[in-house]
């Protein structure tokens, strides 16, 4: 089933302003990039899911600066209030860790090393 327009507006609006919030209000890290790569809402907008990449080559400080992320959600969701505050339900936040960045260069290091030995 595809989603509605009202839907797809929506998590454009999430995407970009969680992005913001993030970057802007609670400063996960200020070494790594943190993006926003994409969000899930329910039908009904009560929920959503959202996709964060962080490009840091060390694991253990990636999965500290996400858990950090994970632990302001309910900050991330006031600042989303006061910005969608039109909108009649803040959705609940959840978020996900993207690593198709990380699979993206394992890839194309795979393609370079198979080129290599051709």
């Known amino acids: 089933m595809s989603k509605s327009r009202k839907v797809k507006r929506a998590e454009e ?3 970009r302003e969680i992005a913001d919030i993030i970057n802007k209000e609670i400063k996960v890290s200020n070494q790594s990039l943190v993006t926003v790569t994409n969000v ?7 929920e959503a899911k959202f996709y964060v990449s962080i490009y840091e080559k060390d694991k253990d400080i990636k999965d500290k600066q996400f858990n950090k992320l994970k632990k302001q959600i309910k ?4 600042h989303l209030g006061t910005r969608i505050s039109d909108w ?3 959705p609940e936040l959840t978020a996900k860790l993207d690593n198709s960045l990380q699979r993206v260069e394992k890839i194309e290091k795979l393609l370079e090393e198979d080129k290599k030995d051709n």
């Open 13 to 15: 609006t999430i995407k």
């Open 40 to 46: 899930e809402c329910s039908p009904d907008l009560r």
């Open 75 to 78: 900050t991330i969701r006031y």
């Open 88 to 90: 009649r339900y803040v």
